[in-house]
């Protein structure tokens, strides 16, 4: 079977990222990738052309996954406090659900969204609780939800 070498333009999944050199079938560079301008013809010029624009990108990246570790680092240490009625066994009347979760976070300063917050069933109980949030991508931080009686 015969195959061509192209240059990635962009990160194409199942394939490579950008500037990586890949040998795929003349129709699919014919028909896909070069139509869509994900890939260009492997020519040292391009090649240089790419290493540039594949070392900026790699910069954002770190930059981006530096401010992930760092937004995980401040929702770890956060402890959100909420009074709730409950009977004396300290099973709550109502729950804690993700919509009061969210709401706590957004009072404590926090921008996220009801999306974010991964309870997998309501919180029926007083006590600590660990809530996962959802950060980016395969992030998540633990967020101390602490119930209290009101």
Same mark, same amino acid.
């Given at each position: 079977?015969r195959?061509?070498?192209?240059?990635?333009?962009? &990160? $194409?999944?199942?394939?490579?990222?950008? +500037?990586d050199?890949?040998?795929?079938?003349p129709?699919?560079?014919? @028909?896909?990738?070069?139509?869509? =301008?994900?890939?260009?013809?492997? #020519?040292?010029? @391009?090649?240089?052309?790419?290493?540039?624009?594949? %070392?900026?990108?790699? %910069?954002?990246?770190?930059?981006?996954e530096?401010? $992930?570790?760092?937004?995980?680092?401040?929702?770890?240490?956060?402890?959100l406090? #909420?009074?709730?009625?409950?009977?004396? +066994?300290? @099973?709550?009347?109502?729950?804690? &659900?993700v919509?009061?979760? %969210?709401?706590?976070?957004?009072?404590a300063?926090?921008?996220v969204?009801?999306?974010?917050?991964?309870?997998?069933?309501?919180?029926?109980t007083?006590?600590?609780?660990?809530?996962p949030?959802?950060?980016? +991508?395969?992030?998540?931080?633990?967020? =101390? $939800? $602490?119930?209290?009686?009101?």
């Open positions: 079977m195959s061509i070498s192209i240059l990635l333009k962009e &990160n $194409v999944k199942d394939l490579g990222m950008i +500037g050199v890949v040998s795929v079938s129709g699919y560079a014919r @028909n896909y990738l070069l139509p869509r =301008q994900l890939a260009v013809s492997a #020519t040292p010029e @391009n090649v240089k052309m790419l290493e540039r624009r594949r %070392a900026r990108y790699e %910069a954002e990246l770190a930059e981006h530096k401010d $992930v570790s760092k937004r995980i680092e401040l929702l770890g240490r956060l402890q406090r #909420t009074k709730q009625k409950a009977d004396d +066994g300290g @099973n709550l009347y109502g729950s804690v &659900n919509t009061l979760v %969210a709401q706590l976070l957004m009072e300063g926090h921008q969204d009801e999306r974010d917050v991964r309870l997998d069933e309501p919180i029926k007083l006590g600590a609780h660990e809530v949030i959802h950060v980016h +991508g395969e992030h998540y931080a633990g967020v =101390q $939800v $602490v119930v209290e009686p009101e």
